[in-house]
């Protein structure tokens, strides 16, 4: 845990600035005061290490992938006060209700029989995409949403998903850690790389073949 890098609280321009420093912010505890955090070692997803297992490549196909067509639906469910260790209260929800209407807060949606079944929410800034939370209605669908994220931002340029904590959940899908020394020492060229084309306009996106 760290010093809060910005006495102006939530606001965009002081999110972006605290990212940019390898800050975000969550309560500490549920209502509790907001913390910024900058953990170590810092939970990352290497693109070239996703794992795809048969059954995950077996469903895709039956769910449709939008960009942004949702982010308040994904968001509000993300919060949802059932789930378990909720972090997600007002603050948070508007503060980045905010972010995606300056343009740096996205969401990637999986969607089934025109109804929203899983997906998950993060900052993009340059080469770094910085996951929020994710959630699923449908089984598997939040991980249908992380494989085509991850395929989406494969190009020719650096990148990476800062996933925070690298939890066992996250670790089946192929998360690792950077020591937090590690993770500020690559940011910078990350934050040069242009933003991710995927995010660019919101809508349906073509699955690439599993």
Not at 22 to 27: R, S, V
Not at 64 to 80: G, L
Not at 160 to 167: E, F, P, S
């Amino acid at each position: 845990m760290g010093q809060n890098p910005s006495s102006t609280g939530l606001e965009p321009a002081a999110l972006l600035a605290a990212y940019r420093r390898g800050f975000f912010p969550m309560p500490a505890e549920p209502g509790g005061p907001m913390v910024w955090w900058s953990p170590d070692p810092r939970g990352v997803l290497e693109l070239d290490d996703l794992i795809v297992h048969r059954s995950l490549r077996q469903i895709r196909p039956k769910f449709q992938i939008r960009i942004d067509t949702a982010f308040e639906a994904v968001i509000e469910a993300c919060s949802d006060p059932a789930r378990p260790s909720g972090w997600i209260d007002e603050r948070i929800r508007s503060a980045y209700i905010d972010l995606h209407r300056a343009g740096y807060a996205h969401s990637v949606e999986a969607w089934l029989d025109a109804e929203l079944a899983g997906g998950l929410y993060g900052v993009s800034i340059g080469g770094l995409f910085a996951g929020e939370s994710m959630f699923h209605r449908v089984r598997d669908a939040s991980k249908v949403a992380l494989v085509a994220l991850v395929e989406g931002l494969r190009d020719q340029h650096r990148r990476l998903i800062d996933v925070q904590w690298a939890t066992p959940h996250l670790r089946s899908l192929g998360a690792g850690i950077l020591s937090r020394r590690d993770y500020l020492d690559r940011l910078p060229l990350l934050l040069a790389s242009p933003a991710p084309a995927v995010l660019a306009r919101p809508g349906p996106i073509q699955a690439q073949p599993p």
